[in-house]
């Protein structure tokens, strides 16, 4: 079984920083696919971030050149880095884990609240 602890959320005014942290643990395949959805109150969960075991990352055009996810291999760890924060990226954010053995696996954190005041 995999699990995602997430943590780092919080309240913050709009063009701070926050970083978020997210650890996997479990039987994890080396080769796999880190990232970070969000979700806002009403809306759908969208894709914020994701990056891969190899280092090629992708952005979401809402959050290019404002956040930056990295990743410790070793650790089967990933961050956020958040700068610039607007409002609209009030949202609770989880952290996910993709990766294939014979077949697809998908695993979610818990979520943290990541909070934008104008």
């Known amino acids: 079984q995999v699990q995602l602890v997430e943590s780092g959320g919080g309240l913050v005014q709009a063009g701070g920083s926050l970083r978020l942290s997210c650890a996997a643990s479990g039987s994890i395949v080396s080769v796999n696919t880190m990232g970070w959805y969000r979700q806002a109150p009403g809306k759908q969960r969208e894709l914020v971030t994701t990056i891969t075991n190899g280092g090629s990352t992708y952005y979401a055009d809402s959050v290019k050149g404002r956040f930056t996810i990295s990743r410790d291999n070793a650790k089967n760890t990933v961050s956020l880095q958040m700068s610039s924060l607007k409002s609209e990226d009030t949202a609770v954010y989880y952290c996910?884990?993709?990766?294939?053995?014979?077949?697809?696996?998908?695993?979610w954190g818990q979520g943290t609240q990541v909070t934008v005041s104008s």
């Open positions: 996910n884990l993709k990766f294939w053995r014979l077949r697809n696996y998908d695993y």
